[in-house]
T-cell receptor, first 113, second 112 residues
Framework: DVKVTQSSRYLVKRTGEKVFLECVQDMDHENMFWYRQDPGLGLRLIYFSYDVKMKEKGDIPEGYSVSREKKERFSLILESASTNQTSMYLC????????????FGPGTRLTVT | AQSVTQLDSQVPVFEEAPVELRCNYS??????LFWYVQYPNQGLQLLLK??????LVKGINGFEAEFNKSQTSFHLRKPSVHISDTAEYFCAVSEGAQKLVFGQGTRLTINP
């Protein structure tokens, strides 16, 4: 079974802090994704990566950056956390040319106070 | 760009009743279509997918969906729901290279 893990289930940070969310997948997938999930808005894509050291902006990249130094690990960085970044963050991965099916981690619920 | 509309934000039904969760997407070109389920405090897991072939797709837990190209719809159905089906359901459509676009989600609540 594909396993996608996220470093924290719950996280509380203060406004202005730098926040790191880590995601690791164990199935050698090329593609990795970061989404945020908010009630009534579904999942919105923040960033994605097709390969190591490659990244592309999604629909809502403002206020976020990412890092992919190893194939299995994809990090989301909030440079200076703000209260409007309080949300559920979901990581996913998929195989290249695999009919787009994505596998999700359990999510990190981030609260910024 | 693709868009996905889930027509109901919340659907309450009684246990053992049938249910339909509606999904419409914007594109007329060939797409892949997915339904994912999210149980409380968990990530998303795949229920079923349409890639090609038969327009009726069967998934896990007794769910099925029908692809209708002319109406650009991919509605999810189950003939008899159980309390354990209480969850949020997301419809998704493929876009560009390797991406999925998700709908807003439908919260299914099963009442005893």
């Amino acid at each position: 079974d594909v396993k996608v893990t996220q470093s924290s289930r719950y996280l509380v940070k203060r406004t202005g802090e730098k926040v790191f969310l880590e995601c690791v997948q164990d199935m050698d997938h090329e593609n990795m994704f970061w989404y945020r999930q908010d009630p009534g808005l579904g999942l919105r894509l923040i960033y994605f990566s097709y390969d190591v050291k490659m990244k592309e902006k999604g629909d809502i990249p403002e206020g976020y950056s990412v890092s992919r130094e190893k194939k299995e690990r994809f990090s989301l960085i909030l440079e200076s956390a703000s209260t409007n970044q309080t949300s559920m963050y979901l990581c996913a991965s998929s195989l290249w040319a695999s009919s787009y099916e994505q596998y999700f981690g359990p999510g990190t619920r981030l609260t910024v106070t | 760009a693709q868009s996905v509309t889930q027509l109901d934000s919340q659907v309450p039904v009684f246990e053992e009743a049938p249910v339909e969760l509606r999904c419409n997407y914007s594109s007329s070109v060939s797409v892949y279509l997915f339904w994912y389920v999210q149980y409380p405090n968990q990530g998303l897991q795949l229920l079923l997918k349409y890639l090609s072939g038969s327009t009726l797709v069967k998934g896990i837990n007794g769910f099925e969906a029908e692809f209708n190209k002319s109406q650009t719809s991919f509605h999810l159905r189950k003939p008899s729901v159980h309390i354990s089906d209480t969850a949020e359901y997301f419809c998704a459509v493929s876009e560009g290279a390797q991406k999925l676009v998700f709908g807003q989600g439908t919260r299914l609540t099963i009442n005893p």
